[in-house]
């Protein structure tokens, strides 16, 4: 009698890379339809609140609210992350989202600026969302694959994201058609992307990779979930230089990156730019953010994570000279997005990737919580003071700024980097 053939049993680092496998496609997949979510808003809400207001340094608070947004539902996803796992934390930021779009549609109907902006700071759950996943993709990684299967996470936004911008008009026109007013239409199209989003995340991504990385972690302190995100997070940050310098310079990078992209579309539109311009400009900024994150993190991960660093603060600090230095010249323009997007992704990928190697697994939600606050509080600054620069001094003076800022933060990484080697 002859025994029925036995199925292989399947090891432990086997099932965590299949794991890790579905965990990456179905972020991608969530990054891909959340990414057109951000963009529709992104390329037309400041020109929306710019037409609304009549001013252009009001304009400025468009991106301000997004972005302060962004900031504001960074901890209450890390919290959620924290006490039930990844898919807990990005359902909180795409509820926001959705609920974020649908006031700005009834903002837009009513012709009113003000709540426009408050239903724009609940869109920024949406990159509190996608930023949230960048991290997710990390808690099942390898050693010394955090970089690369971060940048494809990353990566995944490009398809959503360079599509959104050039959906903004054929969405305007379909929800005039349906009934909406002039340029509400994208919010409404934004909403049913978040929408998905969420469906994907809370059917798909399980088991949840965080919980799953819990259950293996057999370090010190492992099991723990600290108590106070805030406080966990400083608390380690205190004890970390390497995490405190990698999240400096994400925040330098995403400040740069938000004050230039936020203007540009009211410059464009100010110099007489059409929808269609003002749409291809912003896919190929966005373009440039995401369609070499892989190659970024391949590098990182291979040549370390600081040289790509400083090679993000170089390309921000061209795209800033390029930007300041355009005049009405589109093509300028564009040149200085792209950059201004390569260099944001170094800054990103490589700073995401180090701030997550250089801390335990029990507190990394709370430090990259507070790292995304920390980033999108400066970034909303920025915008802030763009508006203002932009519309007192001209928007070649905001790539002097810029330009100033980023190569004071490159000089200073350098700086201590060698003077905690030596």
């Known amino acids: 009698m002859t025994s029925a053939p036995t ?7 086997d099932r965590i890379h ?19 979510g951000v963009a529709v808003g992104l390329a037309l809400s400041s020109v929306v609140v710019d037409e609304l207001s009549g001013s252009t340094v009001i304009s400025g608070f468009a991106g301000t609210a997004t972005v302060l947004g962004a900031a504001l539902l960074a901890l209450p996803t890390a919290k959620a992350s924290g006490s039930g796992g990844r898919r807990a934390g990005l359902s909180v930021a795409y509820v926001a989202a959705l609920a974020g779009c649908a006031i700005s549609v009834l903002a837009i109907s009513l012709g009113t600026w003000p709540l426009l902006l408050a239903g724009l700071v609940l869109v920024g759950g949406g990159s509190a969302g996608s930023l949230a996943a960048r991290y997710a993709a990390t808690d099942l990684s390898p050693q010394g694959r955090s970089a690369r299967h971060l940048s494809l996470v990353v990566w995944a936004s490009t398809i959503g994201s360079v599509a959104g911008p050039n ?7 379909i929800g005039m058609r349906l009934g909406l007013v002039e340029k509400a239409g994208p919010f409404a199209f ?13 059917v798909f991504l399980r088991p949840d990779p965080l919980k799953l990385a819990r259950s293996l972690d057999d370090s010190p302190g492992a099991g723990r979930t600290p108590k106070g995100t805030i406080r966990t997070a400083w608390q380690t940050l205190r004890t970390t230089a390497t995490a405190r310098r990698a999240l400096v310079m994400i925040a330098v990078s995403h400040t740069a990156m938000v004050s230039v992209m936020s203007m540009t579309p009211v410059k464009l539109h100010h110099d007489g730019s059409n929808l269609d311009v003002i749409g291809l400009v912003i896919s190929l900024h966005i373009a440039g953010m995401y369609v070499l994150s892989p190659v970024v993190g391949w590098l ?7 040289p790509v660093l400083v090679l993000g603060m170089a390309l ?5 000279a390029l930007a300041g230095t355009a005049g009405h010249r589109v093509w300028q323009v564009t040149a200085a997005l792209v950059l201004l997007g390569l260099g944001w992704s170094c800054g990103l990928v490589a700073g995401s990737a180090l701030v997550t190697e250089s801390v335990p697994l029990d507190r990394r939600p709370a430090v990259q919580g507070l790292s995304d606050l920390l980033m999108n509080v400066c970034g909303a600054t920025g915008t802030i003071v763009a508006g203002a620069i932009v519309g007192v001094l001209g928007y070649g003076m905001l790539g002097l700024v810029v330009g100033v800022m980023v190569a004071l933060a490159g000089i200073w990484l350098t700086a201590t980097w060698r003077a905690t080697d030596r």
């Open 316 to 320: 921000l600090l061209a795209a800033a």
């Open 7 to 13: 199925t292989p049993a399947v090891s432990s680092s």
């Open 190 to 202: 934004a909403a049913l992307a978040f929408a998905l989003a969420l469906i994907v995340i809370f």
């Open 300 to 306: 990182a991960d291979k040549a370390g994570k600081v």
């Open 18 to 36: 299949l794991v890790q496998r579905r965990t990456l496609a179905v972020l991608s997949a969530t990054q891909i339809v959340g990414g057109v």
């Open 167 to 173: 959906l903004a008009k054929p969405a305007d026109q």
